[in-house]
């Protein structure tokens, strides 16, 4: 494989990368300065080194515990449940959750041979048993698909025996919609989810 070709060929392996945009990337990296490149080897090698996971709410950190489990201001006892770091990014960017995080690393997938023991679900309940009698809340935030909801379901069952309180988060109609223009699933989630003014 030629020199160009195989370098294309790794950005593509990168999630979200198209045949297009890789080549993009490769040339765009032939072009650049060799300080330029340099600095992203070494930034590469930094985060490969570095980087691991909090031994809290398993997001990537560089330090002993995440900003968001050091953070004395947030209740540790209403604790986010994704499935991946890059959600905690989304919901942070909410700016509308002052609780705590953990990240399962993935969801349920029995046809790609993902099962509970896969998952961070163990550490999850391990967490919510540390709380006691006077409980907390846990917030399933799985993606509302297939898998996202079986893993949402599996988890409810477990943790729900121990006394937290188990909600899941909302889906419907976006802020700003059309009704005109949602489809159909979508409505009929937002008309079962209704809630009281």
């Known amino acids: ?22 080549e993009r990337l490769a040339l765009h990296l032939l072009r650049a300065s060799s300080s330029e490149v340099e600095t992203l080897q070494q930034a590469l090698r930094d985060a490969r080194e570095r980087v691991r996971p909090c031994p809290s709410c398993h997001d990537f950190t560089d330090q002993p515990l995440c900003r968001i489990c050091s953070d004395p201001a ?10 991946d770091p890059s959600d905690v990014s989304a919901v942070e960017r909410s700016r509308g959750f002052r609780g705590r995080y953990h990240v399962l690393h993935g969801v349920l997938s029995p046809l790609d041979g993902v099962g509970p023991e896969g998952l961070r679900i163990k550490e999850l309940l391990d967490r919510v048993r540390a ?35 188990v909600t899941r988060i909302a889906i419907g109609v976006p802020l700003g919609g059309d009704l005109a223009y949602i489809d159909e ?12 003014l």
């Open 1 to 22: 494989m030629r020199t160009l070709e195989k370098l294309v060929a790794s950005l593509r392996r990168l999630p979200g990368i198209g045949p297009k945009q890789a």
């Open 74 to 83: 947030r209740d540790e006892r209403l604790v986010c449940v994704v499935e």
């Open 131 to 165: 709380w006691g009698p006077a409980g907390g809340e846990v917030i399933l935030a799985t993606n509302h698909d297939t898998e996202g909801d079986a893993t949402a379901l599996y988890l409810g069952r477990l943790l729900q025996p121990l006394g937290a309180r």
């Open 185 to 196: 699933q979508t409505l009929n989630q937002a008309l079962a989810g209704r809630r009281a």
